[in-house]
């Protein structure tokens, strides 16, 4: 069974840094893109990053780009997303989500239909 819990998620205040991790389980971790995805209160879901199974090439969308950085360490089965200069309007439940085929890592929301429970990003003063 497909398993990713993320954690790492509070509450910041503008201008303040997180970093979530998610841990996978249940497939062969390195082989597959991965993503984090985010939903803010009232919004659809939104994509975040990717990154390619290796951990060397990610994407970000425009957003977030130049503030936050997705990295992976296979040996633990861990993904990352270091938030840097959070900004009010980053405040969602971020989920990391598994590309549903391998070696793929896409920014379509359709091919990640596997994702974690999410965890909470608040940033207010």
């Known amino acids: 069974e497909v398993q990713l819990v993320e954690s790492g998620g509070g509450l910041v205040q503008p201008g303040g840094s997180l970093r979530l991790s998610c841990v996978a389980s249940?497939?062969?971790?390195?082989?597959?893109?991965m993503s984090w995805l985010r939903q803010a209160p009232g919004k659809g879901l939104e994509w975040v990053s990717n990154?390619?199974?290796?951990?060397?090439?990610?994407d970000y969308a425009n957003a977030v780009k130049g503030r936050f950085t997705m990295s992976r360490d296979n040996a633990k089965r861990t993904v990352y997303l270091q938030m840097n200069s959070l900004r009010p309007e980053d405040t969602a439940v971020y989920y990391c989500?598994?590309?549903?085929?391998?070696?793929?890592?896409?920014?379509?929301?359709?091919?990640?239909?596997?994702r974690g429970q999410g965890t909470q990003v608040t940033v207010s003063t």
């Open positions: 989500a598994k590309s549903d085929r391998s070696g793929y890592y896409t920014k379509n929301l359709r091919d990640y239909s596997v």
């Open positions: 249940g497939f062969f971790f390195n082989t597959y893109g």
């Open positions: 990154i390619n199974g290796g951990g060397t090439t990610s």
